[in-house]
């Protein structure tokens, strides 16, 4: 791939702002923009800190379940890349208030004909 193909600024920023919003759905527990971003597919697959989720259908029962608590966080080392104009891979750190752990979140996200959506996703924590 070009050089030129990665990273443009008008991808890169849509891709970003579909992340944050992401994120902000995340700590708020909108269960709703959860699921929108997600691809509606059984072969997403979100590997959690504590669960393997396989398919749409268990990443939504995951998120019902999830108690709301303690769910606000605070990310650094926010890495976005985007290639051509329809993938994109992003990856940050996080902490959270109590917490001595660093989180770690990668997702891999798609441009679809419904927008961008995130086909896997992997979390996990490191003391």
């Known amino acids: 791939m070009k050089s030129e193909h990665i990273?443009?600024?008008?991808?890169?920023?849509?891709?970003?702002a579909a992340f944050?919003?992401?994120?902000?759905?995340?700590?708020s527990n909108d269960t709703v923009v959860l699921d929108e971003l997600f691809w509606h597919d059984d072969r997403t697959v979100r590997l959690g800190a504590g669960?393997?989720?396989?398919?749409?259908?268990a990443i939504r029962e995951f998120r019902a379940s999830r108690s709301p608590v303690?769910?606000?966080?605070?990310?650094q080392n926010t890495v976005i890349s985007t290639f051509g104009e329809d993938f994109a891979v992003c990856s940050t750190e996080f902490t959270r208030e109590g917490?001595?752990?660093?989180?770690r979140q990668q997702q891999t996200w798609v441009k679809?004909?419904?927008g961008w959506r995130i086909v896997?996703?992997?979390v996990s924590l490191i003391p």
């Open 7 to 16: 990273d443009r600024p008008a991808i890169h920023a849509e891709v970003t």
């Open 20 to 27: 944050y919003r992401y994120e902000e759905a995340l700590i």
């Open 51 to 57: 669960e393997n989720l396989y398919g749409i259908d």
């Open 70 to 75: 303690g769910l606000n966080r605070q990310l």
């Open 99 to 103: 917490s001595d752990k660093i989180g």
């Open 112 to 114: 679809l004909p419904c």
């Open 120 to 122: 896997a996703a992997q």
